[in-house]
């Protein structure tokens, strides 16, 4: 069984940074997508980065090179750095595992597809203030 258990969010002023990490556990595919995605009240959940088993990294366009995806093999997490968090960030960040590739080659303008995930963690809120 896969589990999957999101910490770091908080509050942060416009400008700043915070590092999410996730822990996962039970998954054993070769093939896979482990990824952030975040939904603000009121949108579609949206793909934030993924990395996959080739170590292609992707992101969507929102991120502008502010975002950094990372997986730590021996202590079985996925992170993501945030810098230059902006009013439009905050959102509820979540974090999955798809047991496909998350594209086919490595881009900024992902658009995953929501159900190619099948593992999912709880979220943990991200807020900025101005």
């Known amino acids: 069984q896969v589990q999957l258990m999101e910490s770091g969010g908080g509050t942060v002023q416009s400008g700043g940074s915070l590092r999410l990490s996730c822990a996962i556990t039970?998954?054993?595919?070769?093939?896979?997508?482990m990824a952030w995605f975040r939904q603000a009240p009121g949108k579609e959940r949206e793909g934030v980065a993924g990395?996959?088993?080739?170590?292609?990294?992707t992101y969507g366009a929102f991120v502008k090179g502010r975002f950094t995806i990372s997986k730590d093999n021996t202590k079985n997490t996925l992170d993501l750095q945030m810098n230059s968090l902006e009013p439009e960030d905050p959102a509820m960040y979540y974090c999955?595992?798809?047991?496909?590739?998350?594209?086919?080659?490595?881009?900024?303008?992902?658009?995953?597809?929501?159900?190619?995930?099948?593992?999912w963690g709880q979220g943990t809120q991200v807020t900025v203030s101005a």
């Open positions: 999955a595992v798809g047991r496909v590739v998350c594209a086919a080659r490595e881009n900024w303008y992902w658009r995953p597809v929501l159900r190619h995930f099948n593992d």
């Open positions: 039970g998954y054993t595919g070769s093939t896979f997508c």
């Open positions: 990395i996959d088993n080739r170590g292609y990294l």
